[in-house]
T-cell receptor, first 112, second 115 residues
Framework: SQQGEEDPQALSIQEGENATMNCSYK?????LQWYRQNSGRGLVHLIL?????REKHSGRLRVTLDTSKKSSSLLITASRAADTASYFC????????????FGSGTQLTVLP | EAGVAQSPRYKIIEKRQSVAFWCNPI?????LYWYQQILGQGPKLLIQ????????DSQLPKDRFSAERLKGVDSTLKIQPAKLEDSAVYLC?????????????FGAGSRLTVL
């Protein structure tokens, strides 16, 4: 079963603009991670935020986490055509041996 | 550092036939995962190994799917007999074990088409 739901399902922006993707989940978590998947490839880890953190930055990426609302957002600033990919949130449920449950993903297209 | 190796990259079979996928994780990674990713969806965990023991296989359709990791390194995922709805990409991933957060490293995947 999918734990997270990303919103929007698809997003199309111009190069240089910012892209924001949202993720909602259902259970208590230890951490939330974001992964990127280029077409026909495996997933690549982008960033991890723990349940006791509210915001984290990595390069052009900014992730926020609101555990009271069970939601997270991923912001990509100054987007590039190379950012075109699917983005997935994944959660590590508290008290579960299962490592990660993935959401349904947001397909981001950055137009040159 | 070598990544997670998977083979074959592509496989086309008829329904009711069998297929096997192989995965070699990153050296030193004790935890290995098989995910199924249907087109347009997120990956769904099929089975998670810690060394050669199964941690979670609750979403593995055990009537047709099987997986093993005999020596705690390589793993094989088998489907027999295949159904049309098994058409998907089968992703292998690995991570360090232990408490705390674990980041997964994925292979490129094996794309299965069942006709």
């Amino acid at each position: 079963s999918q734990q997270g739901e990303e919103d929007p399902q698809a997003l199309s922006i111009q190069e240089g603009e910012n892209a924001t993707m949202n993720c909602s989940y259902k259970t208590s978590i230890n951490n939330l991670q974001w992964y990127r998947q280029n077409s026909g490839r495996g997933l690549v880890h982008l960033i991890l935020i723990r349940s006791n953190e509210r915001e984290k930055h990595s390069g052009r990426l900014r992730v926020t986490l609101d555990t009271s609302k069970k939601s997270s957002s991923l912001l990509i600033t100054a987007s590039r055509a190379a950012d075109t990919a699917s983005y997935f949130c994944a959660t590590k449920e508290s008290g579960s041996a299962r490592q990660l449950t993935f959401g349904s993903g947001t397909q981001l297209t950055v137009l040159p | 550092e070598a990544g997670v190796a998977q083979s074959p990259r592509y496989k086309i079979i008829e329904k009711r036939q069998s297929v096997a996928f192989w995965c070699n994780p990153i050296s030193g990674h004790a935890t290995l995962y098989w995910y199924q990713q249907i087109l347009g969806q997120g990956p769904k965990l099929l089975i998670q190994f810690q060394n050669n023991g199964v941690v979670d296989d609750s979403q593995l359709p055990k009537d047709r799917f099987s997986a093993e990791r005999l020596k705690g390194v390589d793993s094989t995922l088998k489907i027999q007999p295949a159904k049309l709805e098994d058409s998907a990409v089968y992703l292998c991933a690995s991570s360090f074990s232990g408490a705390g957060a674990n980041v997964l490293t994925f292979g490129a995947g094996s794309r299965l088409t069942v006709l």
